[in-house]
C-alpha cells in the first residue's frame, strides 16, 4: 500500500483518487472475549464492557459513531476521532486525512507487562491529503486496543514522514468523541511532581460549558459516563477539554509550553515550568523530521458506572494489567538518608545496615549517589569508587556487593543516566556526546555526582549508557536502577520534548533486555515524567521528605492522597521511618502506623536500621512479613474512602486497596477529627457476606453484608493510630 501511494504522488494522482479504495473485508479478530471486526463500512471494538464503533467513508474519512457501556449507556455522537495541527492546519480523521487500510490485530506486547499483549486492536493507517499542508508522503498510525475484561480502549499514535520535507505539530487531541450529552459534568485532575519544593501535585477542577485547561485524567459524568486519561506528563502542554459542540478530548499543546529550568529554579516559589507568555503564538511545536517519525503519545478512553471512583478502578485495572511493569514491589532501603554523601556511604559503614534488613525480612538495598567514583568510575563513567566499596581480591566485584548478595538481598544503584562529572573519562573521550553548548557548559558546576548533560538524543550515547546498565545487570546482579537528576532540555537539531521521548525510548530498550529488572524513576522535581509516563516505566521515586510548612507523616498521608485513586499508590517511592518514628509517633505505636503508611507504596526504608529498639525491630519484622505475604492482594484499585486532604495533619485519610472480590481498608487518624468514622466501602456484591478483622490483632469487627458496608463501615481510632482491616467474603 505505502508503495501504491509514493508512485501516485510521483505519477501526480490526486491522492483522494489514489488512496481510496475497497477494504478487504469483512475480517475479525477475537481474544480473550475481545472482538475487533471491519466491514466495508463500519468497525467495531467491543468486550461486553465497553464498544466502540466507526463508520468508513467511501471518500477515505472515519467518525466514531457511538460508545457505549454497562447498561448499553450510549456516549457518544457521530464525529471525528482526532485533531491535528500540521503547520497551522487544523486536520481531523474527517478532514484532510484519507483511511489507506484498517485491520484487526493482536496487541502489540510489551516486556514485563504480561497482559500487554492480549485482546484485540485495531489498526488504522492514515494518509494526509490536505493540499493546505505543504508535505506529501505523511502517514498517521494509530493503533486502538482493548484488553480482556477492560472497560478502557488505549490509543497510540505515530506520524510516519515518508517525504523530505519536515512537518510543524503543534497540537493535537490525543483521543475525542463527541458527547451525546454535552452538558455532562466534568471534572479535570492535573498533576505535577516537585515535592523538594511544593506539596501541590493534584488539581482538581470542575469546569462547565466549554473548556480548554491543564489537565492529564479528565471525566465526563456524574454516576455514570466517560473519562480520557493522556500518557503524557504532567505540565501546561497537557490538555483537557470540551468545545461547544461537545467535541470532548485529551491531547497536547505544546505551543503553550517555552521552557524547562530544571534544578536552576528549585526553591518556593520558584517554579522549573515557564509557560509560553506569547501563547497563541507557537514558539514550541514537535516537528515530524523528513523521512522520520514522531511518537505523539498514548491515550486512554473509558467508561464506568456505579459512582465517580468506578472510573478510576477502571483505568487503575487496565492500566496496571497490560501498561505499568510488574516490578518487584519489594521491601527496600535506600542510602541516601542519613547517609547522603558522607563518610558513611561505604562498605565500612553498611554491613551493619545490610545484616540489620537481612533480619527484619528486607528484600533490596539500593546504594544512592557517590557509590560512583574514583579515576574512571565517576558518574558518566559508572564504576564503583574503589576508596568506598573495594575489591580486595581482585574478582571485579565490590566486596559489599559479594556480601549484600550472600546476605539474600538484591542490590539496587542510584545514577543520573542523561548526566556526568567534568572528571569523568568518557566524557573526555567523547565530547561529541554532551548536550552543546548546555551540558558542556553545566559540567562546570561544582557538584560530587556532576550537572554535565549528555545528548540523549545522540544513537551512539544511548548504545553506551545501555551497555553500561547491561554490565552492572552481569557483573553485579543489581536487580533494581534509580534513575535521578533528569532535565529536558534543547540538544539542536532537537527539542526538549525530543530529548524526553529519547529518554523514555532509552529505558525501554533496557526493560527489554532486562525485564526483570526494576527501573524507578526520581519525580522530586517537576518537569520530569510524572504522572503516567513515569508510570509506564516503573515505581516513582516521590518525596525527599522536604517539608513546606506541614508534619513529616503529614506529608507522606498527602503524597498518597494526590495519586489515589488515579495513580497506583504502590508506585510512590518515599522513605519510611525518615525522621518520623517519634512523638506523636513514637515506639511500637509509631511502628504501627508508619509501616501500614508505607506499605501503600513503594516501601523504601530511609534510616539507619541498627537505632530501632529491639521492640521496635520485632513489630517491624512483623508488618514486613505480613506485606510481603499479602502485597499482591493490595490493588490494583485504590479508593479514597475520605476527602480531606491530610496535609493539615489534622484529618482522617482512609484508602481501601481492592483486588477483584475482596481487599482491605488501610485507616489512619491523625491529631484530630471525630473519634470514629463511618466508612462507605466500596465495589462489594450487595447480598454476599464480608468478615471484617482487624490484621494486626486478628479481632474481628463481624460479617456484614456487602449492603451494610457500603453503607457505612464505623471504625474508632485513638488519635495518632492506624488499623488495617482484611474486607474477606464469607465462602
Not at 285 to 314: C, E, H, K, M, N
Amino acid at each position: 500500500m505505502r508503495a501504491h501511494l509514493i508512485a501516485a504522488i510521483g505519477a501526480g494522482l490526486p491522492l483522494t483518487a489514489a488512496l481510496v479504495g475497497p477494504l478487504p473485508v469483512p475480517m475479525q479478530l477475537s481474544d480473550g472475549g475481545v472482538s475487533a471486526a471491519v466491514t466495508a463500512t463500519a468497525a467495531e471494538l467491543s468486550d461486553g464492557r465497553i464498544a466502540r464503533r466507526w463508520s468508513l467513508g467511501a471518500d477515505g474519512s472515519v467518525e466514531t459513531m457511538s460508545l457505549s457501556g454497562p447498561g448499553h449507556a450510549q456516549w457518544a455522537a457521530a464525529g471525528p476521532d482526532f485533531q491535528l495541527n500540521l503547520d497551522g492546519i487544523v486536520t481531523s480523521s474527517a478532514s484532510g486525512w484519507s483511511l489507506i487500510s484498517l485491520t484487526p490485530r493482536q496487541p502489540a506486547g510489551q516486556p514485563g507487562r504480561p497482559a500487554s499483549g492480549r485482546g484485540a486492536a485495531l489498526r488504522f493507517r492514515y494518509a494526509l491529503v490536505s493540499p493546505a499542508v505543504g508535505a506529501v508522503g505523511v502517514e498517521l498510525d494509530r493503533m486502538v486496543a482493548l484488553h480482556p475484561g477492560s472497560a478502557v480502549i488505549e490509543t497510540t499514535s505515530t506520524l510516519v514522514n515518508n517525504g523530505p520535507v519536515p512537518v510543524r505539530v503543534s497540537a493535537y487531541s490525543l483521543d475525542q468523541i463527541v458527547a451525546g450529552d454535552p452538558s455532562l459534568p466534568a471534572e479535570v485532575q492535573a498533576y505535577n511532581g516537585g515535592s523538594d519544593w511544593r506539596d501541590d501535585y493534584r488539581h482538581v477542577s470542575n469546569p462547565s460549558g466549554a473548556f480548554d485547561t491543564e489537565g492529564e485524567v479528565v471525566r465526563f459524568g456524574a454516576d455514570a459516563g466517560f473519562f480520557f486519561v493522556s500518557q503524557r506528563r504532567g505540565g501546561a502542554m497537557s490538555r483537557a477539554g470540551r468545545d461547544g459542540d461537545g467535541r470532548s478530548w485529551i491531547g497536547v499543546d505544546w505551543a503553550r509550553d517555552l521552557f524547562d529550568f530544571g534544578p536552576l529554579q528549585d526553591s518556593p516559589p520558584d517554579y522549573n515550568r515557564l509557560e509560553n507568555p506569547a501563547y497563541p503564538a507557537p514558539i514550541r511545536a514537535r516537528v515530524l523530521p523528513p523521512f522520520g517519525t514522531l511518537d505523539l503519545g498514548t491515550s486512554y478512553l473509558g467508561v464506568y458506572a456505579g459512582g465517580a471512583q468506578q472510573a478510576a478502578s477502571a483505568f487503575a485495572q487496565d492500566f496496571v494489567a497490560a501498561d505499568e511493569p510488574a516490578f518487584a514491589r519489594s521491601v527496600g532501603l535506600n542510602t541516601f538518608h542519613p547517609w547522603g554523601h558522607g563518610a558513611g556511604m561505604s562498605d565500612a559503614n553498611l554491613r551493619t545496615q545490610v545484616d540489620a534488613a537481612a533480619a527484619l525480612g528486607l528484600e533490596s538495598f539500593m546504594l544512592d549517589d557517590q557509590w560512583q567514583g574514583g579515576a574512571g568510575g565517576e558518574s558518566g563513567d559508572w564504576r564503583f569508587d574503589p576508596a568506598r566499596f573495594p575489591d580486595s581480591d581482585g574478582d571485579g566485584v565490590p566486596d559489599f556487593v559479594a556480601y549484600l548478595h550472600g546476605k539474600g538481598l538484591r542490590l539496587g544503584l542510584w545514577m543520573s543516566p542523561l548526566e556526568f562529572n567534568g572528571a569523568s573519562q568518557t566524557y573526555a573521550a567523547h565530547p561529541d556526546w554532551a548536550c552543546a553548548p548546555v551540558g558542556d557548559a553545566s559540567a562546570q558546576i561544582k557538584d560530587d555526582a556532576g550537572l554535565g548533560v549528555w545528548d540523549a538524543t545522540n544513537a551512539a550515547f544511548q548504545d553506551y549508557i545501555i551497555a553500561v546498565v547491561d554490565r552492572l545487570v552481569r557483573d553485579d546482579d543489581v536487580g533494581e536502577f534509580k534513575f535521578d537528576f533528569m532535565t529536558w532540555v534543547d540538544c539542536a537539531p532537537h527539542d526538549y520534548a525530543d530529548y524526553e521521548d529519547a529518554f523514555v525510548s532509552i529505558v525501554r530498550r533496557m526493560q527489554q533486555r532486562h525485564p526483570d529488572v526494576t527501573f524507578e524513576l526520581d519525580e522530586t522535581n517537576d518537569q520530569r515524567s510524572w504522572p503516567f509516563e513515569s508510570a509506564q516505566l516503573g515505581p516513582s521515586w516521590f518525596d525527599n521528605g522536604h517539608l513546606h510548612g506541614s508534619g513529616n507523616v503529614a506529608k507522606i498521608l498527602h503524597d498518597v492522597w494526590s495519586a489515589a485513586p488515579w495513580i497506583p499508590a504502590w508506585s510512590l517511592g518515599i522513605g519510611a521511618f525518615d525522621g518520623t518514628l517519634r512523638d506523636p509517633y513514637a515506639g511500637v505505636h509509631g511502628v504501627d502506623f508508619l509501616l501500614p503508611l508505607a506499605m501503600l507504596t513503594h516501601v523504601t526504608f530511609w534510616t539507619d536500621l541498627t537505632t530501632l529498639t529491639p521492640d521496635q525491630r520485632a513489630e517491624t519484622a512483623w508488618w514486613v512479613q505480613w506485606y510481603r505475604a499479602h502485597r499482591d492482594e493490595l490493588g490494583p484499585t485504590v479508593y479514597e474512602l475520605t476527602s480531606d486532604d491530610p496535609i493539615d495533619g489534622a484529618s482522617w485519610a482512609v484508602w481501601q486497596p481492592w483486588n477483584g472480590a475482596a481487599g482491605y481498608v488501610f485507616a489512619f487518624r491523625q491529631s484530630g477529627g471525630p473519634d470514629a468514622l463511618s466508612l462507605q466501602v466500596h465495589d462489594l456484591g450487595a447480598d454476599s457476606d464480608y468478615a471484617v478483622t482487624d490484621v494486626r490483632t486478628g479481632t474481628a469487627y463481624g460479617v456484614f453484608t456487602g449492603r451494610q458496608l457500603a453503607g457505612g463501615l464505623s471504625v474508632t481510632l485513638p488519635k495518632s493510630s492506624a488499623v488495617v482491616l482484611s474486607v474477606q467474603p464469607v465462602r
